[in-house]
């Protein structure tokens, strides 16, 4: 099975900060790497697919790079709105999620 | 635009089966380009994936849970199952159904549409 561990598993900053997120697989995933977001009592949505792709319709201040086992989920400027829980995903062997990341406002 | 609907009883009792059923609206779960799935999430707790299934009845499920888990299709009502027997505690969670980017030799691999979520508590 492949691990994904993320981190920090929770994160304080301000409007305005670049926040960043990392998540490391226990193997080589190439790039078979998503990032999502959860508000509180709502499904996830999707933000990057494919570690680095913003998906349709998600402000580019959401970005995502790595690949092979490391991999990066920026904010550049946060937003109040962007307070939610983050997580990775792979696909290269069945599907894992990481732990999560709980963002919140300083 | 696609929407996904879970059902089912939201309280099992211990040792029972779990009964969950996803009706998928604006679309057709026919479609070649994905795999149906379940995911949940525990109270408090981050995302597992259950499994999945393919128009065509091919599943895929997460080693941990594939004793006990079955994933069926009934295309004629565009609708998708989830059974888990041997229910406990430790199954009381939000139990999400998504559509999920795939095919026959990828498997799946994104969940760009998501149900709203059903909590399912097991209790006696």
């Known amino acids: 099975d492949i691990q994904m561990t993320q981190s920090p598993s929770s994160l304080s900053a301000s409007v305005g900060d670049r926040v960043t997120i990392t998540c490391q697989a226990s193997?080589?995933?190439?790039?078979?790497l998503n990032w999502y977001q959860q508000k509180p009592g709502k499904a996830p949505k999707l933000l990057i697919y494919?570690?680095?792709n913003l998906e349709t319709g998600v402000p580019s201040r959401f970005s995502g790079s790595g690949s092979g086992t490391d991999f990066t989920f920026t904010i550049s400027s946060l937003q109040p709105e962007d307070i939610a829980t983050y997580y990775c995903?792979?696909?290269?062997?069945?599907?894992?999620f990481g732990q999560g990341t709980r963002l919140e406002i300083k | 635009q696609l929407q996904l609907q879970e059902s089912g009883p939201g309280l099992v009792k211990p040792s029972e089966t779990l009964s969950l059923t996803c009706t998928v609206s604006?679309?057709?779960?026919?479609?070649?380009?994905?795999?149906w799935g379940w995911i949940r999430q525990p109270p408090g707790k981050g995302l597992e994936w259950i499994g999945s299934?393919?128009?065509?009845?091919?599943?895929y499920y997460n080693p941990s849970l594939k004793s006990r888990v079955t994933i069926s299709v009934d295309t004629s009502k565009n609708q998708f199952s989830l059974k888990l027997s041997s229910v406990t505690a430790a199954d009381t969670a939000v139990y999400y159904c998504?559509?999920?980017?795939?095919?026959?030799?990828?498997?799946?691999?994104?969940?760009?549409?998501w149900g709203q979520g059903t909590l399912v508590t097991v209790s006696s």
């Open positions: 604006g679309g057709s779960i026919s479609s070649s380009s994905y795999y």
């Open positions: 299934i393919y128009y065509s009845g091919s599943t």
């Open positions: 193997q080589d995933i190439s790039n078979y």
């Open positions: 494919d570690a680095s």
């Open positions: 995903q792979q696909y290269d062997n069945l599907v894992t």
């Open positions: 998504a559509r999920q980017v795939g095919d026959m030799v990828r498997g799946p691999t994104l969940g760009d549409y």
